[in-house]
T-cell receptor, first 112, second 114 residues
Framework: SQQGEEDPQALSIQEGENATMNCSYKTSINNLQWYRQNSGRGLVHLILIRSNEREKHSGRLRVTLDTSKKSSSLLITASRAADTASYFCATDPIQGAQKLVFGQGTRLTINP | DTGVSQDPRHKITKRGQNVTFRCDPISEHNRLYWYRQTLGQGPEFLTYFQNEAQLEKSRLLSDRFSAERPKGSFSTLEIQRTEQGDSAMYLC????????????FGPGTRLTVT
């Protein structure tokens, strides 16, 4: 079973707007990552945040982590049509035998 | 291209047939993972190898599934007597043991069982 739940399941916004996706998880983690997946393709790593970090930036991406609430958010600023994809959070549980546990994903559509 | 590669990219088979998928990891990575992803869901862990040793298998990996990594390089995933419920994207990822969580994914093999 999957650990994470992502919210919303689907998000549709206009190009240039900001997109925010949330991820909640159940058990204590070493780190959390966000991946992007274009339709029918493999996953591309976007950003990793460790359990002792609260916020991280990479280009137009901003990730936050609240371990007390077991939640994370991914903000994409100034969205582009090319950002249309599914976004998944993946946790590395402390007691997880060194495998990633993925959420169900948010399907993001950027309208031109 | 030095990324993770998978072959074939697509496979259509009839129920009851056997299928085999191949994954070639990034050459210096000693960890290799297999995940399965069904439509609208996130990937789910199936199994992983460290070098040639298979260290963990998920309960999702029924007796009809077998994975190998004979020389610690490429890996194969075989599904025997396929069922319609096996239809999914099968993803392979590789990493270093020291940073096992930094997994690089291949493009996946999409299996359709008719």
């Amino acid at each position: 079973s999957q650990q994470g739940e992502e919210d919303p399941q689907a998000l549709s916004i206009q190009e240039g707007e900001n997109a925010t996706m949330n991820c909640s998880y159940k058990t204590s983690i070493n780190n959390l990552q966000w991946y992007r997946q274009n339709s029918g393709r493999g996953l591309v790593h976007l950003i990793l945040i460790r359990s002792n970090e609260r916020e991280k930036h990479s280009g137009r991406l901003r990730v936050t982590l609240d371990t007390s609430k077991k939640s994370s958010s991914l903000l994409i600023t100034a969205s582009r049509a090319a950002d249309t994809a599914s976004y998944f959070c993946a946790t590395d549980p402390i007691q997880g035998a060194q495998k990633l546990v993925f959420g169900q994903g948010t399907r993001l559509t950027i309208n031109p | 291209d030095t990324g993770v590669s998978q072959d074939p990219r697509h496979k259509i088979t009839k129920r009851g047939q056997n299928v085999t998928f191949r994954c070639d990891p990034i050459s210096e990575h000693n960890r290799l993972y297999w995940y399965r992803q069904t439509l609208g869901q996130g990937p789910e862990f199936l199994t992983y190898f460290q070098n040639e040793a298979q260290l963990e298998k998920s309960r999702l990996l029924s007796d009809r599934f077998s994975a190998e990594r004979p020389k610690g390089s490429f890996s194969t995933l075989e599904i025997q007597r396929t069922e319609q419920g096996d239809s999914a994207m099968y993803l392979c990822a590789s990493s270093h043991t020291s940073a096992y969580y930094e997994q690089y994914f291949g493009p996946g093999t999409r299996l359709t069982v008719t």
